[in-house]
Nanobody
Framework: DVQLQASGGGLVQAGDSLRLSCVAS????????IGWFRQAPGKEREGVSC???????????DYADSVQGRYTISSEPAKNTVYLQMKSLKQEDTAVYSC????????????????????WGKGTQVTVSS
């Protein structure tokens, strides 16, 4: 069974940090682009960050303008896990965060895969209070 599980969300104050984890089971992240998405109430889902992984290495990362400089995406291939480190959180970061994965073709960026994700995990709630 292919599964993705996002975790690490919670209730924090503005300015705090959180680290989200996305763990895969039933497949490995090798050869995949992994994206983090978020959806706030009443808003469309948006791609937040992505990373491509091949042979244990990361090949590209990308960030939405709204999180550039505050979020960092990384991977730990041995644990089949992708992380999203979030710092200086703002109230507008409040959303359900989900991870997804799509087979990746070397030589391409990761953002184009936002609309072609094959596997999705259940989200984790991030709530930032003032």
């Amino acid at each position: 069974d292919v599964q993705l599980q996002a975790s690490g969300g919670g209730l924090v104050q503005a300015g705090d940090s959180l680290r989200l984890s996305c763990v895969a089971s039933g497949f490995t992240f090798n050869g995949y682009t992994i994206g983090w998405f978020r959806q706030a109430p009443g808003k469309e889902r948006e791609g937040v960050s992505c990373i491509s992984i091949s042979n244990g290495r990361t090949y590209n990362t990308d960030y939405a303008d709204s999180v550039q400089g505050r979020y960092t995406i990384s991977s730990e291939p041995a644990k089949n896990t992708v992380y999203l480190q979030m710092k200086s959180l703002k109230q507008e970061d409040t959303a359900v965060y989900s991870c997804a994965a799509a087979p990746w073709s070397p030589g391409t960026g990761c953002r184009p895969y936002y609309h072609a994700m094959s596997y999705w995990g259940k989200g984790t709630q991030v709530t930032v209070s003032s």
